[in-house]
């Protein structure tokens, strides 16, 4: 088993910036993959960005690349997703997710366990 908590969501102006954190705990020797997925009112579950557990690569969805930085804390066995340059398109819930079975690291039916989710306002 594996837990997941978020956090570092809030409401910002465009262009600002964000960073989102999620620590894990129980059996994360068994994760493959972290991510972020996003999902805003009345759409599905979108990718945002993902990480090897080792660190050493790295996905992105296109609508972030630029913007956003995935990292981790090995010490911590933290994740992280820097967000800069703030869209209001960005608005949406955020949640990180670990992937056991090293599945292709954005599609959201990989993941096995799921954090609950941070909301992140832009406003306008």
């Known amino acids: 088993q594996v837990e997941l908590v978020e956090s570092g969501g809030g409401l910002v102006q465009s262009g600002g910036s964000l960073r989102l954190s999620c620590d894990a705990s129980?059996?994360?020797?068994?994760?493959?993959?972290m991510g972020w997925f996003r999902q805003a009112p009345g759409k599905g579950r979108e990718f945002v960005a993902a990480?090897?557990?080792?660190?050493?690569?790295?996905y992105y969805a296109d609508s972030g690349k630029g913007r956003f930085t995935i990292s981790r804390d090995n010490a911590k066995n933290t994740v992280y997703l820097q967000m800069n340059s703030l869209k209001p398109e960005d608005t949406a819930v955020y949640y990180c997710?670990?992937?056991?079975?090293?599945?292709?690291?954005?599609?959201?039916?990989?993941?096995?366990?799921w954090g609950q989710g941070t909301q992140v306002t832009v406003s306008s």
């Open positions: 990480i090897s557990w080792s660190g050493n690569r790295r």
């Open positions: 129980g059996r994360t020797s068994s994760i493959y993959v």
């Open positions: 997710a670990a992937d056991t079975s090293s599945s292709s690291p954005e599609y959201s039916d990989g993941y096995d366990y």
